[in-house]
C-alpha cells in the first residue's frame, strides 16, 4: 500500500499482479512458440511418412516379403525377400561387431581412462569418426578387407556399417555413463565389490536404458546407408543366409537401385522397400524400448 499525496486512500499495489500477468503471458507465449515448432518440425515427417506409406503399402503381400527379386527392372511383381533377410544379417552382423567394442570403449573412457592421453585421442577420433561420410568407410573396408580376400561379401558390408556405428556408440554410453551419480559407485565400493564388479554390476544396469537408445541410434543409422554397401557389398538378387559366400544385398542397396531407373515396376519395389525398412528400424525401436522399460522395472 502507497500513501497518496492528497492524504486520500491508498490504491493496492498492482506491481506484484502485472509481473505476475507478464509472467504468465511469457510462459503461454513460449509454449504456443515451442508448440509451433515441434508442428514445423514434424510436418515434414509426416509428409515423407504419408508419402511412403501411400505409394509402398500396395506392393506388400505375402510374396513381397518371401519372393526373390526380379532379375529384370521392367517386371512388375512382388519379392524383396533376400533385401529383406541381407539387411537383418548385415545390419545385425555390424551390431553385434561394434556395440560391444563400444560400450566397454566407453566404460574405458568414462570410468578408467578419465582424462589420460590416450582417453582424450579416443575420444578425439570418436568425435571425428562421426562426421566421416559413410562412403569414406565403404572404401576404407573395400581396401583393407575386400582387396584382400578378392571378393565383396556381406561380412564386408557389416564391417563397413561397423565401423559406422562404433562411434555413435561410443559417445553415446560415455554421455549416459556420466549422469550415473557417483554415490552408487561409492556405495558399491564401500560394501566391497571391486571396480570391475561395480562397472558391470552397478553402472552400466543403471545406464542401461541410454545405453539401448544410443545403440538403437546406431543400427538405424546403419541399416539406411547404401553407399559402403554398394561399394563392399556387391548386388544379388537370390537369397544369400551366408555372409561370407560371395555378394549380397540389402534394402537400402535396391531402393537405390530399382529407384534410380525410370520404369514402373522398379519404382514401385523402391517404395515397398523403403516402406519395409521404416516398419524394420520401427519394430527394432518397439523392441528396444521394451527391453529398456524392463531393465528399469528391474532398477526399482
Known amino acids: 500500500?502507497?500513501?497518496?499525496?492528497?492524504?486520500?486512500?491508498?490504491?493496492?499495489?498492482?506491481?506484484?499482479?502485472?509481473?505476475?500477468?507478464?509472467?504468465?503471458?511469457?510462459?503461454?507465449?513460449?509454449?504456443?512458440?515451442?508448440?509451433?515448432?515441434?508442428?514445423?518440425?514434424?510436418?515434414?515427417?509426416a509428409l515423407v511418412a504419408y508419402q511412403v506409406v501411400s505409394r509402398g503399402a500396395s506392393s506388400w503381400s505375402l510374396d513381397w516379403f518371401v519372393e526373390e527379386i526380379p532379375r529384370n527392372y521392367r517386371t512388375a511383381g512382388p519379392g524383396m525377400g533376400p533385401a529383406i533377410l541381407g539387411t537383418l544379417l548385415i545390419t545385425g552382423m555390424a551390431a553385434l561387431i561394434s556395440i560391444p567394442i563400444g560400450v566397454l570403449g566407453a566404460v574405458y573412457l568414462n570410468e578408467y581412462g578419465k582424462n589420460k592421453p590416450l582417453a582424450r585421442f579416443i575420444r578425439t577420433m570418436a568425435d571425428v569418426m562421426t562426421g566421416v561420410p559413410s562412403i569414406m568407410m565403404g572404401l576404407f573396408i573395400y581396401v583393407g578387407y575386400?582387396?584382400?580376400i578378392d571378393d565383396r561379401t556381406g561380412f564386408a558390408g557389416a564391417l563397413a556399417l561397423a565401423c559406422l556405428m562404433l562411434p555413435i556408440v561410443i559417445r553415446s554410453t560415455e554421455e549416459m555413463l556420466r549422469l550415473v551419480p557417483d554415490e552408487l559407485r561409492q556405495a558399491s565400493?564401500?560394501?566391497?565389490?571391486?571396480?570391475?564388479?561395480?562397472?558391470?554390476?552397478?553402472?552400466?544396469?543403471?545406464?542401461?536404458?541410454?545405453?539401448?537408445?544410443?545403440?538403437?541410434?546406431?543400427?538405424?543409422?546403419?541399416?539406411g546407408e547404401t553407399a559402403p554397401i554398394i561399394v563392399t557389398v556387391g548386388l544379388t538378387y537370390i537369397y544369400k543366409p551366408d555372409l561370407?559366400?560371395?555378394?549380397?544385398?540389402?534394402?537400402?542397396a535396391q531402393i537405390f537401385r530399382n529407384a534410380s531407373q525410370p520404369f514402373a515396376a522398379s519404382q514401385d519395389r523402391a517404395w515397398g522397400a523403403a516402406l519395409t525398412l521404416i516398419a524394420i528400424v520401427f519394430l527394432f525401436t518397439i523392441v528396444s524400448r521394451i527391453i529398456a522399460s524392463r531393465f528399469a522395472i528391474d532398477k526399482r
Open 189 to 223: 565400493a564401500g560394501l566391497g565389490a571391486r571396480k570391475w564388479r561395480t562397472v558391470m554390476g552397478v553402472v552400466i544396469p543403471a545406464a542401461s536404458s541410454g545405453i539401448t537408445s544410443g545403440s538403437l541410434l546406431a543400427v538405424a543409422r546403419a541399416a
Open 244 to 252: 561370407f559366400d560371395g555378394a549380397n544385398t540389402t534394402l537400402a
Open 146 to 148: 575386400v582387396t584382400v
Open 1 to 45: 500500500m502507497t500513501t497518496l499525496s492528497n492524504g486520500g486512500a491508498t490504491p493496492p499495489d498492482l506491481t506484484g499482479r502485472n509481473l505476475s500477468l507478464r509472467r504468465s503471458f511469457a510462459d503461454k507465449g513460449a509454449t504456443i512458440l515451442i508448440g509451433l515448432c515441434v508442428l514445423i518440425a514434424a510436418l515434414p515427417l
